[in-house]
């Protein structure tokens, strides 16, 4: 079922332009509908130009999130025809299809209204991998220094600028089909903090990443990595999770 909005009629467009955008947006909640509008093409235009532009000149009551619009933050993050994306940085010219977008909310999250989805199952997922990082010294003792030409901290690097945009956990085919599964950007961090010296807690999280809807689940399908907008690889770390639960596994007998 599809709901068509009204849309404003030609002379109204704040924005001069005669080329126009067919533009699909999902309005409400699991329940919901998709909306259809009508939208000036501009040039240098992404699609939260375009989803800011329903909602200040058609649809006041739009509801999304957005905050740096440069990139930077990751709040932005919607489904845009079937693939995951920042819509700051995704430019309606290399995304639509002939004029075409269709525009949900991220996939594997609860819809709460519209394009705004409900993160609290993918941030609980971070602590149940144990993502925070537990140090030994005081914050009156200063910071340890860790060696940047070492391997773990060469790892540690190439994992630690997630920012928590949820875009891998959209994409992730495995989360879709095991709601208990921990999802990458959670095993990712898991991963950094194994792999940083300075962190205590190294056992507890691989005790927990090791367990059920932990990186054993993971199929190496390559989703998370091949969508992340900042270029990390969780397939990778979740590689890494797996050879070094194998390797405890091993030490301890196999029990």
């Known amino acids: 079922m599809y709901i068509r909005r009204p849309v404003l ?8 332009s005669s080329a126009k955008l067919d533009v699909r947006i999902w309005r409400g909640g699991n329940a919901g509908a998709f909306a259809d509008y009508e939208v000036p093409a501009t040039e240098n235009q992404t699609v939260l130009d375009v989803v800011t532009w329903v909602q200040r000149h058609l649809e006041p009551a739009l509801a999304y ?3 740096c619009r440069v990139g930077v933050c990751g709040s932005c993050a919607m489904t845009v025809n079937g693939r995951a994306r920042w819509t700051c940085r995704s430019h309606v010219n290399d995304v639509s299809d002939d004029g075409q977008l269709v525009i949900e909310p991220l996939r594997n999250l609860p819809r709460i209204k519209d394009l705004v989805c409900d993160l609290a199952p993918f941030f609980d997922k971070w602590g149940r991998a144990g993502g925070r990082f537990d140090g030994a010294q005081s914050r009156r003792e200063p910071m340890p ?8 901290r060469r790892t540690v690097d ?11 956990y959209s994409a992730c085919d495995v ?8 999802g990458p950007a959670a095993l990712n961090r898991a991963w950094t903090l194994i792999n940083d010296e300075r962190h205590v807690g190294t ?3 691989l005790d927990k990443v090791a367990a059920g809807g932990g990186c054993t689940v ?4 390559g989703s998370c990595t091949e969508h992340c907008p900042v270029g990390i690889s969780p397939t990778a770390a979740i590689a890494g999770l797996k050879r070094r639960s194998f390797a405890r596994w091993l030490r301890r007998g196999g029990e």
């Open 9 to 16: 009629k030609e002379g109204t467009n704040r924005v001069a």
């Open 65 to 67: 999130r957005f905050a």
């Open 145 to 152: 220094a860790v060696d940047p030409a070492t391997d773990a």
């Open 158 to 168: 190439a994992g630690i600028e997630c920012i928590n945009c949820a875009v891998c």
């Open 175 to 182: 989360v879709g089909w095991r709601p208990d599964y921990l």
């Open 203 to 205: 056992r507890e999280v």
């Open 218 to 221: 993971c199929h190496s399908h």
